[in-house]
């Protein structure tokens, strides 16, 4: 091979070399999250730094990881959230020929609320009358397996709802407090992780989510914190 071949080769050696670390560098823009940098990991190791919640108005003290969920609060409602940058359809929303497009993947969302009302009254404010009819009996819940269960987290006992269809829906918590307090907890699905949603093992693989199992954890461990305020 002449010398003019060998420095050719090298510099075509060099320029492949410099397309591949500028590729891996580059950002690129949303909906192509996984080149992105990777938001940080979740975990125990990253959830430790808990904060307590205490407040007047929603009259209950939580704790929860303020470095890893965000609270929100609109009167007596309080939400716990997170969130990652991803540019997808909304599987739940789908209209006409193209679905909306969501710019995050949200991996936990919990809202809850004391109502100032006793269980039955509670129930029957928020569930339609044929539920009322077939299922609520004094002050219990005629349990179905996989519809309404009992649950209990730590001290609270109660009831678990669970209403939804391919994959999109929430679990209703009720957990009578006293006679006239019972705490509601909507606790959302995640349709992005569900079988039934195409791409969902993708999903799955993206950097920085919380994972079902460790949204599974972080919820009960939060709502064992949970305590009424006098």
């Known amino acids: 091979m002449s010398r003019v071949s060998k420095v050719w080769q090298g510099a075509v050696i060099l320029v492949a070399l410099g397309v591949s670390l500028w590729a891996a560098s580059t950002v690129f823009?949303?909906?192509e999250s996984e080149r992105r940098p990777a938001p940080k990991p979740t975990g125990d190791q990253y959830d430790t730094r808990w904060t307590t919640f205490e407040d007047a108005t929603a009259?209950?003290?939580?704790?929860?990881?303020?470095?890893?969920?965000?609270?929100?609060?609109?009167?007596?409602?309080?939400?716990l959230s997170h969130s990652i940058p991803h540019r997808h359809p909304d599987p739940c929303n789908l209209r006409g020929d193209q679905p909306a497009i969501l710019e995050t993947l949200t991996d936990f969302h919990v809202q809850m609320e004391v109502i100032g009302t006793g269980f039955r009254e509670t129930v029957t404010s928020r569930q339609d009358p044929q539920f009322v009819q077939e299922y609520l009996f004094d002050?219990?819940?005629?349990?179905?397996?996989?519809?309404?269960?009992?649950?209990?987290?730590?001290?609270?006992?109660?009831?678990?709802?669970?209403m939804g269809a391919e994959g999109c829906g929430v679990y209703e918590y009720y957990f009578a407090l006293t006679e006239t307090?019972?705490?509601?907890?909507e606790r959302s699905f995640i349709p992005e992780f569900q079988p039934i949603v195409a791409g969902h093992e993708e999903y799955l693989r993206l950097p920085g989510i919380i994972r079902p199992e460790e949204e599974r954890r972080l919820?009960?461990?939060?709502?064992?914190?949970?305590?009424?305020?006098?």
């Open 219 to 230: 919820f009960n461990k939060i709502m064992s914190t949970f305590r009424l305020l006098e």
């Open 29 to 31: 823009p949303p909906g």
């Open 59 to 79: 009259r209950f003290r939580i704790d929860y990881p303020d470095n890893l969920l965000m609270l929100s609060q609109e009167g007596p409602r309080v939400t």
């Open 139 to 162: 002050d219990r819940l005629k349990t179905v397996p996989g519809f309404i269960d009992e649950v209990r987290i730590d001290s609270l006992r109660g009831y678990l709802i669970t």
């Open 181 to 185: 307090d019972t705490l509601v907890v």
